[in-house]
C-alpha cells in the first residue's frame, strides 16, 4: 500500500470511529478497522451487526453470571 492510500485508509477509519462514538457503539478502532476489512471481503454488513449483537448479550449475561 503506497503512502497515500496508507493516509485514506486511516484517514477513513477515523472517520468512521468519530461516527460510531456519536452512535455511542462501544466499538474501538480495532474492533472496527477488523469490521470494515469484513465487509471489503464481502460479508454482509447486517450479518455482523447481528453478530456483534449477539455476543455483547452472551457477554453481559456472563458477566452477570459471574456477579452472583
Known sequence: ???????TARES???VFRMSNILDTGLDRHTLSVLIALCDL???????AA??????QESGNNHVSSLR
Open 1 to 7: 500500500m503506497d503512502q497515500e492510500a496508507a493516509e
Open 13 to 15: 477509519l477515523e472517520l
Open 42 to 48: 464481502g460479508v454482509n454488513p447486517e450479518a455482523l
Open 51 to 56: 453478530v456483534v449483537k449477539e455476543l455483547r
